[in-house]
Structures are given as C-alpha cells and as structure tokens.
C-alpha cells in the first residue's frame, strides 16, 4: 500500500511558478512510477507527466512541454512537480498518482493523492 500527500498548491499570476511535491508513505515508493495529472472543472482528468522509478525516465503531455517538470527523490519518498511560465489553462486540481508501471492512461495507476488545487489568474 502506498499513501499519498499532495502540497504546494496555490494562486498565482500568469507566468509565474509553483512547486508541488507528493509525500508516499510505504516502503516501496522507490519500486513505483509516479505521474501528476489534473482535472479542471468539467473536465476530465488528464495526463500532466510520468516518472519512471529509477527517475531515469521521463514524459510530457505537449501542453507542458518546456515549461513542467517532474523529478523524484527517493530516500524521501517524494516526486516534485516544477511548474513554470504557468498559464490561465493550466488551473486544475492536481493529483499524484503511483502504478506499477507508469503510462499516461489514468487506469494504470492504483494510487492517488486527495489532490491539490493550482490557479493561475490572468
């Protein structure tokens, strides 16, 4: 079983930056690819970025592309999602989610964080 906490959410002008990380409880984080996603509302949840366990590998939707970006540190049991240049469009509820093996298809993952909300004004 893996826990997950969402933080770092917030308000914040268009261009700016924010930092979310994602706190897993459990001893087997390190064995799990982690992805972000996000759900505006009426929307469906969508696919931001994957991390592969080892970190070694990485993946973005196109609309984050150059301006997102994830990275993992696993003796704290903790993925980091680095958000810059954000835009209106990027306002959502972001989640943390953790599979076995990552893809960008939300049914993969078994866990997911309550989520935290991101809105950028304009």
């Known amino acids: 079983q893996v826990q997950l906490v969402e933080s770092g959410g917030g308000l914040v002008q268009a261009g700016g930056s924010l930092r979310l990380s994602c706190a897993a409880s459990?001893?087997?984080?390190?064995?799990?690819?982690m992805g972000w996603f996000r759900q505006a509302p009426g929307k469906e949840r969508e696919f931001v970025v994957g991390?592969?366990?080892?970190?070694?590998?990485?993946y973005y939707a196109d609309s984050v592309k150059g301006r997102f970006t994830i990275s993992r540190a696993n003796a704290k049991n903790t993925v980091y999602l680095q958000m810059n240049n954000l835009k209106p469009e990027d306002t959502a509820i972001y989640y943390c989610?953790?599979?076995?093996?990552?893809?960008?298809?939300?049914?993969?993952?078994?866990?997911w964080g309550q989520g935290t909300q991101v809105t950028v004004s304009s």
């Open positions: 989610a953790g599979a076995r093996f990552g893809s960008e298809r939300v049914r993969t993952y078994d866990y």
């Open positions: 991390i592969s366990w080892s970190g070694g590998s990485t």
């Open positions: 459990g001893s087997t984080f390190n064995t799990y690819a």
